[in-house]
């Protein structure tokens, strides 16, 4: 793997992880916009990169910033006291 492609790997899959943490967290319709802007990266970078371990690590990436992402917010919204509407 070459700097230029860890740094894209990088870039698009913390958007993409960000933009499906967004979806989780955001009510309907700005949640369809931000996983239409979620599949835009994917494909984006499914196109440029064809390569089998860049697309594994790609998803694989992408979870682990969703993941992050969600703990992060809920961690800010404890802190502030936010309580999350059931």
Not at 12 to 24: C, N, V
């Amino acid at each position: 793997m070459t700097f230029k492609e860890a740094c894209w790997l990088t870039l698009a899959s913390m958007g993409a992880g960000m933009m499906l943490g967004s979806f989780a967290l955001l009510k309907s319709p700005f949640n369809a916009l931000t996983s239409l802007i979620a599949v835009v990266i994917t494909i984006y970078y499914f196109r440029h990169f064809e390569r089998r371990g860049l697309r594994i690590g790609y998803v694989v990436f992408s979870l682990l910033y969703f993941i992050l992402f969600i703990f992060m917010v809920s961690v800010y919204q404890y802190y502030q006291g936010v309580v999350p509407a059931v």
